[in-house]
């Protein structure tokens, strides 16, 4: 189960336990940052008796889910079981928020580096240093908040080309131009691996080698009873009752799949890891260089966050913070309700994570060999369609900075962060604002300004892939845009040109169709506007 796959191209009932803290988190739902015990008292032995209960009673039932394991396969289960009920007992047993407020502090300007500081690698040098990385791309989600059924990797985003075709893409331009051979590692998810090792087929050829491994899959956890949903371990039998526990998984799988130890033995010494929908998160041969190089009398870091600036459309991005001397990454759902409009303050935290990530491979094995690897459970509640409702455990992978030496951020332009998570983005990249380049998107020379357009498309008529196409004869030209609002039942023609601020509302029952060759600059449109053939 743990075995890494490469593909060589040319070849759980218990009542009485209640929420302490809670927040919303960035996907509206409650985060739970800690629990207690009500109704009996309230004495601390009588509590500590309860927790140790609900970890007895999670075990026993963890143990009789192993049983439905044939058993030639259950050790290979069981050091996921034993992952799983190490989040749990975490889970009961730590007491209140993982971060006090009153101990955060803003990083400061000459706390995190400065891409602007640094210098591209000599040209002779290139090859040795690409030699000596890894680059792993976050594979584990669906696309069905997009409207798209299958792995979002596998979404269409530009010139008919998917996230999955522009990666492969990027890192062939790199052997072939540097004569070197970065590998491409793709963390899955038992939502998306055979979906996409399917089309891996189609890579044959590429001058790039891919290997896969999955992360863990989790039972999910009855609110009520602190037991898991899962009657077998077959996620196949009730997928509903499975999930991934999140990116902060990937050392963990990453260490189990064997290819830790692998890269490490072929002298390889960063990993690259980054979200597959971030369309700019491409190796940065100048990052790279820094931390194989870095300058006399400056601190070895093994492990560097990209961040950039915030914008009003980031307010709910994890930050970097300073916590106890140490830097930290702080996420919405760690911050109490009545901190949330501090948090999202441009003027108190200024940067957020792209969750683009460079991590030295040494030092993943040493901190996972002394237990030294913690993060914060962020706490996701759901309901499942029977109505059972049910949490889930996560970690981020960002989140384990704080047991790195040396662990520091790095602003980045904000190129370095495109991602594709609505359709409203997908309008930007399919757009004439950027130009494709190797499977790298870059910004045309022709746009004034270094920011993009802010977009916002209405849920109802925009929100799938689907819809959203068939709502424009062709893309807009977009270069001189910078604010778009739709809503309604809106169509446009081909050829249309957006300038300025445009809003376009059409109202329940109306229909506005922007008729072919429209420049509109500085506009509100609203009420109905037709074009009918005839």
């Known amino acids: 189960m743990w075995q890494a796959r490469m593909i060589q191209a040319g070849m759980a009932k218990e009542t009485t336990w ?18 207690r015990r009500t109704g009996s008292g309230g004495a601390a032995a009588f509590k500590e008796l309860t927790k ?71 040209a002779d040098q290139l090859s040795a240093q690409l030699d000596k990385l890894v680059v792993v791309k976050l594979n584990g989600g669906l696309g069905t908040s997009m409207g798209c059924q299958g792995p979002k990797s596998l979404i269409a985003v530009r010139n008919d080309l998917t996230f999955l075709d522009l990666t492969i893409q990027q890192i062939e331009h790199l052997n072939n131009t540097y004569n070197c051979k970065v590998p491409l590692v793709l963390m899955n998810s038992f939502n998306t691996d055979e979906d996409t090792q399917k089309v891996l087929r189609k890579y044959t050829g590429f001058n790039v080698k891919i290997y896969t491994f999955n992360q863990s899959q989790y039972p999910r956890i009855n609110k009520e009873t602190l037991t898991p949903v899962a009657k077998t371990m077959n996620v196949n039998d009730d997928p509903e009752a499975w999930y991934p526990p999140g990116h902060g998984d990937f050392y963990q799988s990453f260490h189990n799949s064997g290819l830790l130890n692998q890269f490490i033995d072929e002298g390889r010494e960063y990993v690259f890891i980054s979200n597959i ?109 029977n109505g059972t409702n049910v949490i889930q455990l996560e970690t981020a992978v960002g989140a384990a900075m704080k047991c790195f030496n040396g662990a520091t951020g790095i602003n980045v332009p904000r190129r370095r962060f495109l991602p594709v998570k ?58 001189e845009l910078d604010h778009l609002t739709v809503s309604g039942d809106v169509t446009f023609g081909k050829d249309v040109s957006l300038r300025g601020a445009v809003i376009i509302v059409a109202n329940h029952g109306d229909r506005i169709d922007i008729p072919d060759g429209a420049r509109l600059e500085n506009k509100v449109i609203s009420g109905n506007l037709r074009i009918l053939d005839h």
């Not at 990052?287 to 915030?310: A, Q, W, Y």
């Not at 494709?436 to 998107?441: D, F, K, R, S």
Request: aromatic fraction near 8%; charge should be negative.
């Open 18 to 35: 209640s929420t302490i803290t809670e927040d919303m988190g960035s996907d509206g739902e409650t985060k739970v940052f800690g629990h």
């Open 52 to 122: 140790r209960d609900a970890q007895i009673r999670m075990a026993t039932e963890m143990e009789k889910l192993l049983l439905t394991v044939p058993e030639s396969l259950r050790e290979s289960y069981r050091s996921e079981s034993d992952g799983f009920q190490r989040l749990f007992s975490r889970f009961i047993l730590e007491k209140g928020p993982q971060m006090v407020w009153d101990n955060i502090a803003p990083i400061s300007d000459e706390t995190i580096r400065s891409y602007g500081e640094l210098s591209d690698p000599a």
């Open 277 to 385: 929908d971030n369309l700019g998160a491409t190796v940065d041969t100048a990052i790279l260089s820094s931390l194989l190089n870095p300058p006399s009398g400056e601190r070895h870091c093994e492990f560097l966050m990209e961040v950039t600036d915030k914008t009003r459309a980031d307010i709910k991005g994890g930050t970097l913070c300073e916590y106890m001397k140490k830097i930290r990454l702080l996420e919405i759902a760690q911050v109490p309700k009545e901190h949330v409009d501090e948090f999202k303050s441009v003027k108190k935290f200024r940067i957020f994570n792209t969750n683009n990530l460079w991590v030295n491979l040494k030092a993943v094995k040493r901190v996972l060999e002394q237990e030294l690897l913690t993060m914060e459970i962020i706490v996701n509640p759901k309901t499942l369609p």
């Open 422 to 479: 609505k359709t409203d983005d997908l309008l930007l990249v399919m757009s004439n604002l950027y130009n494709l380049n190797q499977g790298n998107l870059v910004m045309s020379p022709l746009r004034q300004f270094a920011s993009t357009p802010l977009v916002k498309l209405g849920p109802n008529h925009f929100a799938k892939v689907a819809h959203f196409l068939k709502r424009f004869a062709s893309i807009p030209d977009i270069m």
